[in-house]
């Protein structure tokens, strides 16, 4: 059975950064692109930012571009995602998921990713 195990969440207060990482297990995924989502309470998950299977093409959202970075580790068979000038909007639980069909672009669409992670939460106090 295949899971995808998030870390590395937190909390932290504004300008503050914090790294988050996600490890599947059960099988590797270094074929595949791979993202991050967030779900804050009341909303709607929303896209953070993805990453191809080579780790040569990323997008972001805008709201955490220049913020955020997305890496992959496949020798390792992590994804993680570096979080810097944190500020109280970023609270939210954080998702990693994969994208179905490998050597597939990075998407921005939540639809097209088939394996989820159990989220992290991460918590920016003002």
């Known amino acids: 059975q295949v899971h995808l195990v998030e870390s590395g969440g937190g909390l932290v207060q504004a300008g503050g950064s914090l790294r988050l990482s996600c490890a599947p297990s059960?099988?590797?995924?270094?074929?595949?692109?791979m993202g991050w989502f967030r779900q804050a309470p009341g909303k709607e998950r929303e896209f953070v930012a993805a990453?191809?299977?080579?780790?040569?093409?990323?997008v972001y959202a805008d709201s955490v571009k220049g913020r955020f970075t997305i890496s992959r580790d496949d020798a390792n068979y992590t994804m993680s995602l570096q979080m810097n000038s944190l500020g109280p909007e970023d609270t939210a639980v954080y998702y990693c998921?994969?994208?179905?069909?490998?050597?597939?672009?990075?998407?921005?669409?939540?639809?097209?990713?088939?394996?989820w992670g159990q989220g992290t939460q991460v918590t920016v106090s003002s």
């Open positions: 998921a994969v994208r179905r069909g490998p050597f597939s672009p990075p998407s921005r669409n939540r639809y097209e990713y088939d394996w």
């Open positions: 990453i191809n299977w080579s780790g040569g093409s990323t």
């Open positions: 059960g099988r590797t995924f270094s074929s595949y692109a």
